[in-house]
């Protein structure tokens, strides 16, 4: 874990059987997610970019700036990794994010407790969003909190402790 920015992984997915087929797998202490897609079922896995030489997540991200306008990122397949390829962009402004394919928004799921008006929105481990497995990701750039759900249960959370003001 690092030091001193307070993000831990809370895991409640003991039970979890892994696979050579589940959607969430394991790899000794890699616990990453070979598919994501969006909710319409486009599959956002790119193996261009990789990490780890896990498949990277490739997503859009609408950046309202006119000379930027929608850049692409590509996420780490791996929970709890926050590396990604992508532009610098200003810290602490959610942004909308998109799939590269169809363009639509991902949906937004719950809010973050990031910052007032910051959701954490939907990607998908299986083409049909109804299946109710889904990885929700936060809409501000650098903010790692971020959760995996499968059929409903809350399988990992990567959560922030609110650091204290010093002094
Ligand atoms: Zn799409
Ligand atoms: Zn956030």
New binding site residues.
Partial sequence: MSKDDGKRIENYGDSYRFTASSRVRRDGDVIWIPELYCHNGHSLMDTGVTFDGYPSVHILVRTGDEVMGDVDFYLSSIVNDQRKQGPELPRGVPYAIACPTCGEEFKRLIP?T?QVG?YRRAIYLTPDPGELAAVGI?E?YD?P?SFVTEEGDLLYEVVVEQTKPRG
Wanted: proline share 0%; hydrophobic share 15%; charged share 15%.
């Fill in positions: 973050c990031c910051a936060c501000c903010c909190r």
